[in-house]
Structures are given as C-alpha cells and as structure tokens.
C-alpha cells in the first residue's frame, strides 16, 4: 500500500511540450521533495518544500516549477521539455525538513524524444 | 561540491555469506540514510542514523560523523537481498537535501 503516490509511472513527451508530474504523499508529513536520476547517475536533490513553502531549489532551469496546491501534494510542471530531461522523477517527504527520515515514491520515468 | 563516495560499485556474495558496504563523505554529515533499490525501482528504507550504530536482522549500519563515514554490513545473506544498496547523507548547513551515493550492486549467488 503505497503512502506516496506518483503518477504517471511512464511518461513520454515531445521536445517542447510541457508536463505535469503528479505526487501526493498520505504519510502526514510536512516537508516534501522532488530529486531526479538520470542514466547512471545517483539520485540529485532538485527542490525541498516545507508547510508548502520552498525551502532550497538546486535546480539551475526556471522549467522545473513545482507546485503545492495541498500540504500532502507537490507536483512538478516541467515546460519546453528537452531531451535531456529525460530521467526518472523521483518525489519524496519527511516529517520535518531537517533530520528526519525521508521516504520515496515510486518514481516518474520520463522520456523526452 | 560536497561528495558521497561508495564502494565497492558491485559486490557478489555466494549465499550464507556477509560483507560490508562503505561511504565516505568528503564533509561532515549531519545524518545518513541506507536504501535499497529493488528489482522494480522502489527506494526501500532500511536505516536512518544520526550517529552511532542501528542493527535490523540481517543488516547492522553504523554513522561516524566526525570521522565522515558510514556502513551497512550484511551478513548471512539470501537471495532477496540482491539489489542496488545506496546510502544518503544529509549535510549539516542544508536541511533535508540528501546527497547519495553512486550505490552498490549486489548479487547473491546460491
């Protein structure tokens, strides 16, 4: 029974399309994140909220906009996709922002062509 | 940047056997964690340490932040444990980014 849902599980988009990752965590935590694995790489921090606020970015492109409408959720809009954006998406939360365990979603693979 | 460095990058163990599984961190770490990734790509938690050593069944990690250092040894090992291990450390400036490892593939070998 998975706590963090992130949907889609596949995804496959057209060079400057723009995308929607969905992700909503049922773990009642407070602080939530996205990270991403490209081929062969370990997995990078992209952004971290907490109580729905930004608390770092580490990602250098204005494309990667997440979006928290609701404290459990946090999407990812990525706009004028490249294919280097393909990866797989991974979001995650913790109870707080420091120092607490952080869980995984399954993941998002997304292929840019 | 701050780095996570593991070894070994792959490991086989024959069954009933153990090992031990290492990163260092070329700064101080406030907590590290240990994952396993299995064969469907899920990040299964397996430890969370802010210090000293944790022990669950098979597996026992220890955290030495001051040396900069972790590991998750396994011993008697089963079939089910093969997988991709990383481990993710916390730095002490930058609440809640994880930085991981390359990760270690282990193979378990009836």
């Known amino acids: 029974d998975p706590k963090i849902i992130q949907k889609p599980k596949y995804l496959v988009a057209v060079t400057g399309s723009e995308k929607i990752l969905i992700c909503e965590q049922y773990l009642g935590h407070n602080a939530m994140y996205w990270y991403r694995q490209s081929a062969k790489k370990p997995l990078e921090f992209m952004f971290s909220?907490?109580?729905?606020?930004?608390?770092d970015n580490q990602t250098a492109s204005s494309r990667f906009q997440p979006q928290s409408s609701k404290k459990n959720h946090l999407d990812l809009q990525i706009t004028a996709l490249k294919p280097d954006d393909s990866a797989t998406y991974f979001c995650?939360?913790?109870?707080?922002?420091?120092?607490?365990?952080?869980?995984f979603g399954k993941g998002t693979r997304l292929t840019v062509v | 940047g701050d780095q996570v460095e593991q070894s070994p990058s792959a490991l086989s163990l024959h069954e009933g056997t153990g090992s031990a599984l290492r990163c260092n961190f070329t700064?101080?770490?406030?907590?590290v964690q240990w994952f396993r990734k299995n064969s469907r790509g899920s990040l299964i938690n397996l430890f969370y340490l802010a210090s000293g050593t944790k022990e669950n069944g098979r597996l026992k990690s220890a955290f030495d932040s001051k040396e900069r250092y972790s590991t998750l040894h396994i011993r008697d090992a089963q079939l089910e444990d093969s997988g991709t291990y990383f481990c993710?450390?916390?730095?002490?400036?930058?609440?809640?980014?994880?930085?991981f490892g390359q990760g270690t593939k282990l193979s378990i070998k009836p």
């Open positions: 909220y907490s109580y729905q606020k930004l608390m």
């Open positions: 993710a450390a916390e730095a002490g400036y930058n609440q809640g980014k994880l930085i």
């Open positions: 700064t101080t770490m406030r907590a």
């Open positions: 995650a939360s913790s109870q707080n922002g420091a120092s607490t365990e952080v869980f």
